[in-house]
């Protein structure tokens, strides 16, 4: 009983090195900057397989190249093993436009730019204080906070200049619109 169960172990371990190709590995090739075309002549020729499973957008980049592999280049996996990609996307992400209103201009230049947003110029508009933003622009129209944008859009931040230029309330008010107690209402 001893001798067959120390056969039965042996011819487990055996099978066990055949099943897992045990020191047989081929090394992941450096297919980085490759479009996944090009790249998948060098995986059917290891046998591997490729799947990509995310995209990130570099500036400057050729758009539908790899980027990335997991597992990394030069690791040395088994035959059949499928490499993960990350491609280089070919539009830059949307992020969401957060309100920035009424906040100094330096913290509303920081948080748009933490958010990703490169390309921010400040415009000084009239208003009562020195310093707060009042409003986003892109290109001459009004952006509003929690639309989604471009990273690469240009945008304009409106700061209250604190001038006198500003329009007298009472100039706005049509003298029709004013009950005869001069109320507004």
């Given amino acids: 009983m001893i001798l067959v169960s120390i056969v039965f172990v042996v011819a487990i371990l055996f099978w066990l090195d055949h099943y897992t190709q045990h020191g047989q590995a081929v090394e992941v090739p450096n297919v980085k900057g490759l479009s996944v075309e090009k790249a998948a002549v060098s995986f059917t020729s290891k046998n591997l397989n490729y799947s990509v499973v995310d995209s990130v957008f570099i500036k400057n980049a050729v758009p539908g190249s790899i980027a990335e592999t997991t597992p990394p280049v030069g690791s040395m996996v088994k035959k059949g093993r499928t490499i993960y990609l990350k491609i280089i996307s070919c539009l830059p992400p ?22 990703g947003f490169e390309n921010i110029e400040i415009k000084m508009v009239p208003g009562v204080y020195t310093g707060p933003v009042l409003g986003l622009e892109s290109r001459g129209v009004a952006m509003n906070a929690g639309q989604p944008v471009s990273a690469d859009t240009p945008l304009s931040l409106l700061v209250s200049s604190g001038s006198a230029d500003i329009v007298p309330v009472d100039s706005l008010v049509d003298s029709e619109e004013v009950s005869a107690d001069g109320s507004w209402f």
């Fill in 94 to 115: 949307l992020i969401t436009l957060p309100d920035v209103n009424d906040f100094p201009q330096r913290q509303a230049i920081a948080m748009l730019r933490s958010l």
